[in-house]
């Protein structure tokens, strides 16, 4: 299983972009990366995924770089409702899906 | 679309009593299914998961136990509650992809006293 390391916390301000990266060094070839976003007292919820390059939604932005060995979620323009914990996965056919412990993100006004 | 229900929301329940929690799918078939716990201020803890009815696999040794009686229905089940099996307990499903992202319930919190 290729194991996820994400800084425990961040601050930020409202209005800002806020980049959250994760390292997996030893993802495999057929290893997708994923994001959840998780509210206190709620289920996590999927936010993006990608397996290279970038990928883009209404929410986020997910960059890998051509090695695949990191991963960063990007947050463009926070405000204090993205207040949350971001948990990177990394995920294939054998992965039952373990969730790492997550960055708390702290948005200020 | 796709539902996942949950249930009971919150739950306290001495220490040596039985625990059954709850969780329905719809919206999709043969999902594969999950339980996590969280603990306060902690990350999530994969519990059980089965990719069928009858199937399932226990990630973590303990006094739990889940059971899938129906295709989407998942059942997390203790015949005597310790204090450590307080936290908040979540269900999940995904579909059988390996790019398929988890769509997880509202959860239980579970308090042993």
Redesign the interface.
Known sequence: LAKTTQPISMDSYEGQEVNITCSHNNIATNDYITWYQQFPSQGPRFIIQGYKTKVTNEVASLFIPADRKSSTLSLPRVSLSDTAVYYCLVVNAGNMLTFGGGTRLMVKP | SQTIHQWPATLVQPVGSPLSLECTVEGTSNPNL?W?RQAAG?????LF?SVGIGQI?S?VPQNLSASRPQDRQFILSSKKLLLSDSG?Y?C?W?RDR??S???????T?LTVT
């Open positions: 999950y996590y902690r990350g999530l803890q994969l998961y696999s990630e908040f979540l999940a995904s390996v790019d992202p988890l769509h997880f319930g509202n959860g919190r």
